[in-house]
């Protein structure tokens, strides 16, 4: 019996570890530059709280989540998104109120019932934030910055910012008449998808990949032209301080985000570093889910990085060799039961300097484990034979220079300090 990876799924191996820590590193470091914290939320929620707040016409929660029933018969899900799980723990910890700005992120899997496909995995990483108690532009404007920050922080470049205003609950009610308007015609030529979201959420038709769909999807009416006052106002503000910052952006009437919860802004990042444009991340405000799930009414802002993708930028590029690999410092070469076992015990005093250092485990021969530290990128090997057991020192070898000279036990760790 040979057991495999779950379809969906993959292993990262160690050969790919040091990308993803890299790319994480990179990640807390810019999030803490921006004064934000971490939150780290359970793997699963009760399902109740996707369904409210992604919304159940999405394709997220009709279709794709992971859904179960526990030993007490709950129903819970495993996390499509971590927008409603920080919402909920924040509100559950009373860390956010209408006069304080609070600043949270987060890096974690998610996972989603789709169709797997190249980048496409149904457990997923997700790297984001969640900013609550503003409802100023800056703010928008300071998301998307530390958004674009964390790429250039990895040194992708190339980098395009699309941008759409959804409206609020005021007006968009008239953009939704104006899209059932735009749609009745064609409808009954659209996809199955489609005519259930002209029922129930007209707005998700802009969602729709589906081909046939296209055609009437590119002449509908865009969003930016029934926005209120009030959200007209917060666009052109937003526009102003991504002006000031020098960020180039393109509005982008079709970018509704695929799901319910989204007021005013929303946004996306794309990169061409894999061929096509595609997205990497995305975000925008939210100013009624805190209140819809339970909490004052906090408006709210924030974004979502998948990082499967970045991954690959970072694969295919040459940025990720900026950074030098921990390696080992020194590996120990040791003959006989002897050597071994003083070897056993240097090796445990040189860890103790935070010196990363590895010993053979296989009794090989000593050819054989000067390979092996030489595999291991190990900058010194130190040789520990009968001879040298008698004489309590051993030969230290430089592996870039060939080098060697006799170093007394005692004297190794002064050696390498
Ligand atoms: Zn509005
Ligand atoms: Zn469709």
């Not at 699963?44 to 369904?51: Q, V």
């Not at 054989?368 to 070898?397: C, F, M, N, T, W």
Request: glycine residues 8%; neutral net charge; aromatic residues 8%.
């Amino acid at each position: 019996m040979k057991y495999s990876v779950p379809r969906g799924t993959k292993d990262i191996l160690p050969q790919e570890t040091p990308i993803w820590q890299h790319l994480e590193a990179v990640f807390r470091r810019v999030f803490s530059l921006f004064g934000y914290q971490e939150v780290r939320t359970p793997i699963f929620e009760s399902t109740e709280l996707f369904a409210r707040s992604i919304g159940t016409t999405t394709d997220i929660v009709a279709k794709e989540m992971y859904e179960f029933k526990d030993r007490k018969g709950r129903s819970l899900t495993l996390r499509p998104e971590e927008t409603a799980p920080v919402v909920r723990a924040a509100l559950e910890n009373n860390l956010i109120s209408p006069d304080n700005v609070t600043k949270l992120y987060y890096i974690g899997p998610m996972f989603r019932y789709e169709r797997p496909q190249a980048g496409r995995q149904r457990q997923f990483h997700q790297a984001g934030v969640e900013v609550f108690g503003s409802n100023s532009p800056s703010l928008d404007a300071e998301v998307i910055l530390l958004n674009l920050e964390l790429f250039k922080g990895l040194g992708i470049r190339d980098l395009g910012l699309n941008l759409n205003s959804v409206g609020c609950s005021k007006c968009r009610p008239n953009y939704t008449k104006n899209l059932q308007e735009h749609f009745k015609e064609n409808i009954k030529n659209m996809c199955e998808d489609c005519r259930t979201r002209f029922e129930h959420n007209p707005l998700r038709i802009l969602d729709c990949k589906n081909a046939n769909c296209q055609q009437t999807i590119e002449a509908a009416p865009a969003s930016i032209n029934t926005l209120c006052d009030e959200c007209r106002d917060h666009l052109n503000e937003l526009m102003k301080f991504l002006k000031i910052a020098g960020v180039e952006y393109v509005i982008n009437n079709r970018l509704v985000r695929g799901l319910d919860y989204y007021t005013k802004t929303t946004f996306e990042i794309t990169s061409n570093a894999l061929g096509a444009q595609n997205a990497v991340s995305g975000g925008g405000r939210y100013d009624n889910l805190v209140e819809q799930l339970g909490g004052k009414a906090i408006p709210a802002v924030g974004f979502a990085v998948g990082m499967e993708r970045i991954v690959e930028i970072l694969k295919k590029s040459e940025i990720r060799n900026q950074k030098s690999e921990q390696g080992i410092i020194l590996f120990l070469a040791t003959m006989g039961e002897e050597g071994q076992v003083k070897g056993f015990e240097l090796l445990k005093e040189i860890r103790s300097l935070g010196i990363a250092a590895e010993m053979d485990y296989l009794g090989k021969s000593l050819k054989a484990q000067l390979k092996v530290a030489d595999r291991l990128g190990a900058k010194y090997v130190y040789i520990i034979g009968d001879d040298e057991i008698a004489k309590e020192s051993g030969i230290l070898k430089t592996m870039a220079t060939s080098e060697q000279q006799e170093v007394k036990f005692e004297l190794l760790k002064e050696a390498l300090k």
